[in-house]
């Protein structure tokens, strides 16, 4: 089923959907391969704006990629002033959800619009695509849409958290080979990879196709820089935690079973932890991600006022594969 198949008969004459009236437009990647039609410029992004699944995952795209693919559009309105945009994109349920995604996020920030509204622009289109589903193999009866992502990255930018994150500087730790650890709440709550005590005084260790980092990774790093006074675990022990204590750096354990619900003395811990912390709190399960997500999802919802389906597309922005289950 083509974009052409399902959309309005007013829009049906070129084959494309109307983002932003006689601006920008989206398109299957059939009906423009091989246009000569002057008066649109179309350009393809699969390569650039891709999705690296953990498992079965797809999306949605993180806040660097948000930000290059609207800086990408702006930049072609300015190289094409005389000329309607159109974005192709490769059919595929799951192409056009995260085409939707970024465009969706483009009007957020370039148009001032609210999610509800960005989502009426393409509700047309909801039968073609695929909600976004946890970073497992396993059947996943839950889903979360796009309006949800939209309403989670919108809270963000109203409480000016956009403007608090240094984007060179996540691009950087986004990386796994360089800590894996990203902001979710800016200056107050970070999520990160366990780490691991290693011999001989290395700071990493590649095994089986993937790094873990020792304490003394963060401590000499991103966690002086980054203002962290105290570390909360969720999983079993790999490390000493002296390691960091002697950095100066509080030790908080929390451990509960993986892929479960937090136990109610464990949160409330864990928000007292995090409330009167001296400095940023960074916290970890095994590959920061379930756990993790979870806790810092509830401090969201507590202390920000995010819905939980608001803090979960947050969370998935900022460290894709976030909360599981």
Known sequence: C?????????????GSFSVIEDVLYLSDAETFKNSNENSFHSFFTEQEYSYIPFCDDFGPM?????????EMIN??????????????????????????????????????????????VFKNLEPQMEMYRDAT??????????????????????????DMIDLDEYIHY???LEGDLHWIVPDKLIAFKGPHSLSNARLFHDTHGYRVFSPTFYTDGPFTDMGVSTVV?????????AEFE???????????????????????????TVDFARGAVAVHCKAG?????????IYMMRTHGFTAREAMGWLRIMRPGSVIG
């Open 174 to 176: 986004d990386n796994p």
């Open 137 to 162: 193999f396993s059947e996943d009866p839950f889903r979360l849409n796009l309006i949800d992502c939209w309403s989670g990255f919108a809270r963000a930018r109203s409480l000016g958290w956009i």
């Open 62 to 70: 993180n806040l660097d990629q948000i930000y290059k693919f609207s």
């Open 289 to 297: 991600l379930g756990r993790t997500g979870t806790l810092i999802a």
């Open 246 to 272: 002697a950095c100066g750096i509080r030790c908080v354990d929390l451990e509960f079973d993986d892929c479960s619900v937090p136990p109610t003395h464990v949160i409330a811990e864990f928000l007292h």
């Open 75 to 120: 930049e072609k309105r300015e190289a094409h002033p005389d000329q309607k945009l159109v974005y192709c994109v490769e059919n595929g349920p799951r192409n056009l959800t995260n085409a939707v995604f970024l465009l969706g996020s483009y009007l957020i920030i370039t148009q001032q619009m609210r999610p509800d509204s960005v989502w009426k």
């Open 2 to 14: 083509s974009l052409r198949q399902s959309l309005p008969m007013k829009l049906q004459m070129d």
């Open 233 to 241: 675990r969720l999983n079993e022990l790999e490390y000493a935690p």
